[in-house]
């Protein structure tokens, strides 16, 4: 079964400073995965999605991440984060044949920016 | 073009109670799913539909949770009784045509609050 952990449960950088959030995942296959991003209230909005081709993948406001087959990674960065980047990020893993792309979503990351 | 609508945004029930969730997809999207986010973790599926069909129901509970999508295009999430583990934040999502290159947009959510 398809799995994703997320090992930091909550982190705070500086504004200005650089920012990877960490994400590993179990799939059988080739995964798909994605960064999505929850702010408070909000429902979540997509970043960025891998499915092939060129391992570093951009994504919006900034984001992009990297996947790494050989570590079974998919670690989300920043070169520097905005006091508006603090919300809730969850990485998810997708897979399981056309019409059943059912995604796995890891525990979340909790991001807190300081002045 | 207008996101994914669901209401109510806040319930608060007792247990044994029933409620229902509502939500309207992007117009012209034949893939919509439900989640549970419970505070801590991330989403967990709980149906999808395509169109009007359920595509994955595999971890809805079926002797409380039911959904319904008619006409392919509105759904309803019923919770019949609850119980206290039922408190959750309930996502809607929708996708153009459900396959895995599709990117899922998700509502706000619904919060409920089981006493």
């Known amino acids: 079964a398809q799995s994703v952990t997320q090992p930091d449960i909550h982190i705070t950088v500086s504004e200005g400073a650089s920012l990877e959030l960490r994400c590993n995942y179990s799939y059988g296959a080739t995964p798909y995965l994605f960064w999505y991003v929850q702010s408070p209230g909000q429902g979540l909005q997509l970043l960025l999605k891998?499915?092939?081709?060129?391992?570093l993948v951009q994504g919006i406001k900034g984001f992009e991440a990297e996947f790494k087959r050989s570590q079974s990674s998919f670690n989300l960065r920043k070169p520097s984060v905005h006091w508006s980047d603090a919300a809730e990020y969850f990485c998810?893993?997708?897979?399981?044949?056309?019409?059943?792309?059912?995604?796995?979503f890891g525990t979340g990351t909790r991001l807190t920016i300081i002045p | 073009e207008a996101g994914v609508a669901q209401s109510p945004r806040y319930k608060i029930i007792e247990k044994r109670q029933s409620v229902a969730f509502w939500c309207n997809p992007i117009?012209?999207?034949?893939?919509l799913y439900w989640y549970q986010q419970i505070l801590g973790q991330g989403p967990k599926l709980l149906i999808q539909?395509?169109?009007?069909?359920?595509?994955?129901d595999s971890q809805l509970p079926k002797d409380r949770f039911s959904a319904e999508r008619l006409k392919g295009v509105d759904s309803t999430l019923k919770i019949q009784p609850a119980k206290l583990e039922d408190s959750a934040v309930y996502l809607c999502a929708s996708s153009r045509a459900g396959g895995q290159a599709d990117t899922q947009y998700f509502g706000p959510g619904t919060r409920l609050t089981v006493l």
């Open positions: 539909f395509q169109n009007n069909g359920v595509v994955d």
């Open positions: 891998y499915f092939s081709g060129d391992t």
């Open positions: 117009s012209g999207h034949a893939t």
């Open positions: 998810a893993v997708g897979g399981g044949g056309f019409g059943n792309e059912k995604l796995t």
